[in-house]
């Protein structure tokens, strides 16, 4: 339920004259009754069947809230049903949009983790931070992909799930579609009620995040991940995947993939990443990146002349492991498991040397920018 892979949208598409309206007709009905908020689309000669795997319909009482998912089992027989277990039938849909979420359940407000990671510096994403009913969120656009030029538009998403849920239903009570198990008891503690067998989320401090994959481009990681042969995500290579239990451990190998390319890219110490820097420069990158002042010096370095100077260090800063305890424990929690991924990050993070914050004028000060000249500064 936390801290585990989920499914928050799911669109599959299909053309309109491949399928016969008696089978059309069909489909429909089975999507509403096994996902009563799905909706059905008609445009430009497809049809688009769009709907949350997290609120599927499991018993008789359905709950309606999207943080426990279903079974590989459950959704694999709802998919088949939907298509009316017809082979030839499923071979016409594709799967065009995925959202794929994670709910961590973290020692301190989400707000605070999200405010550190809009303070972080990104290369390939832009950031947009906002504040909606006294809570902030964080949208992180990517513009292209790391490896070519090709546009590679994604969003991903940071907000506070607890705020969220209280919001669409106006109390903090999740009663639960299935009993927990003894891990995740053990996780919620006190929050989760045995006997009524729901969450009292005003307890927990959650953090989603949500990762956002929208077309054929940018669904290619999981088809991939899934088969190396194909280039379609279509409904038939999801359904085997349920089928043989493998679709919700590739989706969080791509989730974890695609943080770790994007959001978690920094990979080196404060010392490893200045030690061939000259002195004037690796303190203006340990104090930058222990002060999150970089967004201050931008604009005094541009007045002085010295943008190619802010440039090169803003580069550096971007690779250094943020002194932050939010930060470390976030990463922890998220990649635990990966253990071929940055293994040194929790041994090197507990290097990082700690530092007061500088405000705009202390830096505006420092020799850096109003001494030392940027071909002269050893």
């Known amino acids: 339920m936390f801290n585990d892979i989920k499914v928050d949208k799911c669109r599959l598409l299909y053309k309109k ?30 049809i688009q069947q769009t709907f949350t795997p997290t609120k599927l319909v499991r018993f008789i009482s359905d709950y309606g809230h999207n943080l426990q998912m279903p079974k590989e089992k459950q959704l694999y027989n709802a998919l088949n049903s939907i298509t009316l277990d017809k082979p030839q039938l499923q071979e016409k849909l594709h799967v065009t949009v995925i959202h794929v ?13 999200i405010d550190m990671l809009a303070n972080k510096q990104y290369s390939y994403l832009d950031t947009e931070y906002t504040i909606s009913t006294g809570k902030p969120s964080l949208c992180l656009h990517c513009r292209k992909s790391i490896d070519s030029e090709v546009p590679c538009s994604f969003l991903i998403k940071f907000y506070d799930k607890v705020a969220e849920f209280n919001n ?72 085997e995947s349920l ?13 974890n993939n695609t943080l770790i390319k994007y959001v978690f890219t920094a990979d080196k110490t404060i010392e490893t990443a200045v030690a061939e820097l000259s002195k ?52 922890n929690i998220l990649f635990s498991s990966v253990n071929d991924i940055k293994e040194s990050i929790t041994n090197e993070i507990n290097d990082i040397r700690s530092c007061n914050s500088y405000n705009s004028i202390e830096i505006k000060n420092l020799e850096l920018i109003n001494e030392v000249s940027v071909f002269d500064d050893s």
């Open 101 to 113: 979420t994670k709910d961590i359940i973290l020692t301190k407000p989400a707000s605070e983790y």
């Open 280 to 331: 004037v420069r690796g303190l203006a990158c340990k104090l930058l990146s222990e002060s999150s002042q970089a967004k201050y010096y931008k604009p005094i370095a541009e007045e002085m002349g010295l943008l190619n100077q802010f440039s090169e260090i803003n580069t550096v800063i971007k690779k250094i492991i943020p002194n932050s305890e939010l930060y470390n424990e976030l990463y």
């Open 168 to 239: 669409q239903h106006r109390h903090y009570e999740c009663q639960l579609y299935e009993t927990l198990s003894k891990r995740e008891k053990e996780l919620l503690g006190n929050a989760y009620n045995s006997s009524k067998n729901y969450v009292d989320l005003s307890k927990l401090n959650i953090l989603r995040i949500e990762i956002e994959f929208h077309g054929k481009e940018k669904l290619f990681p999981i088809t991939k991940a899934l088969s190396a042969d194909c280039s379609l995500l279509t409904l038939p290579l999801m359904l």
């Open 17 to 46: 004259n491949d399928v016969s309206y008696e089978d059309r007709m069909a489909m429909s009905k089975k999507l509403k009754l096994h996902f009563p908020l799905s909706t059905i689309c008609a445009k430009s000669g497809f």
């Open 243 to 255: 089928k043989t239990e493998t679709f919700y451990k590739t989706l969080e190998q791509v989730f």
